[in-house]
């Protein structure tokens, strides 16, 4: 039983160059999420889908785009990257909110020169 | 709109005394809570959950937390703390059968041996 895998686990990108970051969960939860993580600014969603089909915006979703594949799979697209989106970035799942942790991935720490 | 904050950034006690890391909390609705802990370069990984009945929550790793209504606080807690506390502790919260959930900034805390 995998969790949830992020790919890739690290990655440096030059400003303006564009990337996907990958998330799949093998547990058939229906929610799953993006957050960053940034020294003081602790973990903050990015954006975050109920359900296949759905997606929704979080705190911080400027400069992301993102797609719900299908029930397992959840991506994040950096369209042209810039150094404020240097970050740790952590995939999530959940069965339902109620009454249910989110289960996390290792991470992606991703550098924007 | 939901929030969540934290107010203290570190907190430094002695191994074997009782320690709190304080979380407040914002929502127009009945919370569901959560405290998560970060060791280093790890994930995220799930300590306990406030989400009806009872105010006291008891979790993994000795940890409980009090559900404060009126103070709309949730604290976590420990009798007597290990140096294998020392870690990154954050409080999440997110409205009654929403699916968004939003985490503090985070609290290090340091247990002196």
């Known amino acids: 039983n995998a969790g949830v895998t992020q790919t890739p686990k690290f990655q440096v990108l030059k400003t303006g160059q564009s990337m996907t970051l990958q998330c799949a969960q093998d547990m058939n939860h229906n929610s799953m999420y993006w957050y960053r993580q940034d020294p003081g600014m602790g973990l903050r969603l990015i954006y975050y889908s109920a359900s296949e089909g759905t997606t929704d915006k979080g705190e911080v979703p400027n400069g992301y785009n993102v797609s719900r594949l299908n029930k397992r799979e959840f991506s994040l697209r950096l369209e042209s990257a810039a150094p404020s989106q240097t970050s740790v970035y952590f995939c999530a799942s959940i069965p339902t909110v109620y009454n249910s942790p989110l289960h996390f991935g290792n991470g992606t720490r991703l550098t924007v020169t | ?113």
Request: proline share 5%.
């Open chain 2, 1 to 113: 709109a939901q929030s969540v904050a934290q107010p203290e950034d570190q907190v430094n006690v002695a191994e074997g005394n009782p320690l709190t890391v304080k979380c407040t909390y914002s929502v127009s609705g009945n919370p569901y809570l959560f405290w998560y802990v970060q060791y280093p370069n790890r994930g995220l990984q799930f300590l306990l959950k406030y989400i009806t009945g009872d105010n006291l929550v008891k979790g993994s790793y000795g940890f409980e937390a009090e559900f404060n209504k009126s103070q709309t606080s949730f604290h976590l807690k420990k009798p007597s703390a290990l140096v294998s506390d020392s870690a990154l502790y954050f409080c999440a919260v997110s409205l009654n059968r929403d699916d968004k959930i939003i985490f503090g900034k985070g609290t290090r805390l340091h247990i002196l041996p």
